[in-house]
């Protein structure tokens, strides 16, 4: 059972990272920019709301959010733990997510921060824009969820340092050896992958 966050700048790899994590630890990983990209392409009403934010490089309103990742984490696959990937994002989704594990009698075991420059970030978007193209990773967009991030998601770093919960990873380099140097810090708290001994 492993309960772990997911915390960086856009373009720090956090999607990246929470696929083979996910697997490595047998757990879901749930990310809300999925989420909301897939309700977006399906034209479903959360997407419909959501869209106009993403586009602009804005959070999401939390009540949305928040009532979208409660809906997921209730599911059964999440009794066994879960990785979440860009959640909680603002000081509102943290009060919820600590309501709803408190209600389970959950906790976290660790909240990995991928730390990167936001000159690499900057540089990796682009990338991601000309092979992907996502509508959100336009340059001036980019700059703004940067700012966002800085303003609304980094205060968070430290409400989980400061319950001793915080690993910090050097995101910059391949994309194995940022794998490596998550599951060497989790093993190092005593979390590590369940079959890991036949690895
Ligand atoms: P990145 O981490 O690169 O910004 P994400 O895929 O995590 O990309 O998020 C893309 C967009 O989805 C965000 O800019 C935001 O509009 C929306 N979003 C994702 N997660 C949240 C969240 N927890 N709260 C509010 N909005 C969110």
Do not use: W
């Not at 749930?30 to 309700?39: E, Y």
């Not at 400061?162 to 810090?185: H, K, Q, S």
Request: glycine letters at 8%.
């Amino acid at each position: 059972m492993t309960r772990l966050l997911l915390i960086g700048p856009p373009g720090a790899g956090k999607g990246t990272q929470a696929v083979r994590l996910a697997e490595l630890y047998a757990i879901p990983a749930i990310s809300t920019g999925d989420i909301f990209r897939s309700n977006v392409k399906n034209e479903t009403e959360l997407g419909t709301k959501a869209k106009a934010y993403m586009d602009a490089g804005d959070n999401v309103p939390d009540s949305l959010t928040n009532a979208l990742i409660r809906d997921r984490l209730e599911d059964a696959d999440c009794r066994e733990g879960f990785l979440l990937d860009g959640y909680p994002r603002t000081q509102d989704q943290v009060r919820e997510l600590d309501e709803f594990l408190a209600g389970h009698g959950f906790a976290l075991d660790a909240v990995v921060e991928l730390v990167a420059d936001p000159d690499v970030v900057v540089d990796r978007l682009r990338l991601r824009a000309a092979e992907q193209g996502r509508s959100d990773d336009d340059e001036a967009v980019v700059r703004h969820r940067l700012e966002v991030y800085r303003v609304q998601t980094e205060p968070l770093i430290d409400v989980y340092a400061g319950r001793g919960m915080l690993v910090e990873i050097d995101a910059i380099g391949p994309i194995d050896d940022v794998t490596e140097r998550i599951t060497t810090a989790l093993a190092e708290r005593g979390i590590s992958a369940p079959d890991s001994a036949t690895r």
